[in-house]
């Protein structure tokens, strides 16, 4: 074993490991060849990876070990050992001399007379040619049958683990395209079930609303659209408890009228009122959404749309400060789960941080998914908004007032004496609300709503 004789001591690794480590040389001086000597390092780790059946980094690991050992202690001891025999050079012929040759005792000494020759007499066919190189012997190289074991286990290794590292990854190809289709069939399923649920929504409106003219009379009430009339049942728009972010007021503090209408006696005929975006600038495309002050836990943001995680409230910024013109955002709002809420509107900035207060009060408008509109400490009832709605916001830093959009139907509310910097948010808790940026441009045309299409008109100076 080429361990054998030296300071290591490999019992650790077992006899199993040390059997096949064993056949990585035969002695410690042709281990010193193989791989000290011939700088094969990366080749003495594949052996001991294969040998061992370890890691990469442990293989890694006990070949620079052993190196080291064997060039800074063993070779300093057995250089010598090492050094190739040197060869053996022809005889020298000797200078032509009377000197008697004695052939054996037994035979009778003779003399044979011989002319003594000086050196530069010899012939050059007697003295050894300056130019002769000698050549070392050839030798054949062979493999014992030990090396050849060891040989045939690295390639049967070799193979396993090419076979094993290939297996893996089509294992984990075919992971990921099962774990994507998982994904993508709970995708659907999850649509399946906001679309049943809208469809169950739908159907509970127009229940209610046929059993409101199904009533007999005696009743008064407000139908959509109109003004009170004798005979009409009074549907509530808000039930006893909206729950939420906002912790919606109870049906004793809220008066009840039918949904979509709000407490006004003129009988207010819903708005329709479509942006004018004529000569608009797209300002999409040079914004983003940004949320400094939530963790990441409890909002996720993916381009120009926002995802609440929590129970906890985040906001969520547009980096856009609206200073002239006109401005035109557009939110669309999911609320897939009971308990999720959300609200959308804008603040006074002059830092750029959407957190500009005065005396303690934030300077801020918000309408909020349970169907309060907040001006600043003033809190107006309006239409709530669901999921798939889409709420757009025009602030006329002309005039200086806003108002409010509900698919394109007027919130009725006028805001006036907005402040002169403006940064639009969103603020939303879940989990699984979310808000998409759909829209936002300049124009310097605004809506010309007519007066009479506002329930009230708030100033912001005033409250």
Not at 225 to 249: F, I, N
Request: glycine residues 6%; proline residues 8%.
């Amino acid at each position: 074993m080429w361990w054998t004789g030296t300071a290591l001591d490999l019992k650790f690794v077992g006899d199993d490991n040390l059997q096949r480590l064993a056949q990585l040389a035969d002695t410690p001086a042709a281990f010193y060849q193989k791989y000290v000597k011939t700088k094969q390092s990366e080749l003495l780790k594949q052996d001991v990876q294969i040998a061992l059946n370890t890691t990469p980094e442990y293989a890694s690991d006990f070949a620079t070990r052993v190196i080291e050992y064997f060039e800074a202690h063993w070779y300093p001891q057995h250089a010598s050992e090492l050094e190739p025999p040197k060869p053996v050079l022809p005889p020298v012929p000797a200078a032509i001399s009377t000197t008697p040759a004695m052939s054996s005792a037994s035979q009778p000494m003779t003399f044979t007379p011989s002319i003594t020759l000086s050196p530069s007499s010899y012939s050059s066919t007697l003295q050894p040619s300056v130019h002769q190189v000698i050549q070392p012997p050839q030798i054949e190289q062979t493999f014992t049958r030990q090396e050849v074991t060891a040989m045939l286990e690295k390639a049967k290794y070799e193979n396993q683990d090419s076979t094993a590292r290939r297996c893996n990854e089509l294992r984990d190809f075919a992971v990921a395209q099962i774990t994507g289709l998982k994904e993508e069939i709970q995708q659907i399923q999850n649509t399946q079930k906001m679309l049943a649920d809208s469809f169950n929504q739908m159907r509970k409106f127009l229940e209610d609303y046929m059993k409101t003219q199904q009533t007999p009379p005696g009743q008064t009430g407000y139908i959509i659209g109109a003004p009170p009339v004798a005979g009409g049942h009074v549907a509530s728009a808000y039930p006893g408890s909206m729950g939420g972010m906002y912790g919606g007021p109870s049906s004793s503090m809220v008066p009840s009228y039918p949904m979509g209408m709000p407490p006004a006696t003129s009988g207010l005929t819903p708005y329709s009122c479509e942006p004018n975006l004529s000569g608009a600038i797209n300002l999409l495309k040079d914004s983003r959404l940004e949320s400094p002050f939530s963790s990441p836990s409890d909002i996720f943001i993916n381009d120009m749309t926002a995802f609440f995680h929590t129970l906890r409230e985040s906001t969520v910024l547009l980096d856009y400060i609206c200073l002239e013109n006109v401005v035109i955002v557009e939110w669309k709002a999911m609320l897939p789960q009971t308990g999720a809420a959300i609200g959308l509107g804008f603040v006074m900035d002059v830092m750029g941080t959407g957190c500009a207060a005065e005396k303690g009060q934030k300077i801020f408008v918000e309408y909020r998914s349970n169907g309060i509109l907040q001006i600043r400490g003033r809190e107006e009832r309006v239409d709530p908004f669901m999921t798939g709605d889409v709420i757009r916001i025009e602030l006329n830093m002309i005039n200086r007032t806003a108002c409010f959009f509900r698919n394109n139907m007027l919130i009725p509310i006028k805001i006036s004496v907005i402040p002169k910097v403006i940064k639009l948010y969103a603020v939303g808790s879940g989990p699984g609300a979310r808000v998409d940026v759909k829209s936002l441009s300049m124009t310097s045309s605004y809506s010309n709503i007519p007066p009479n299409a506002f329930r009230c008109d708030i100033a912001m100076d005033k409250v």
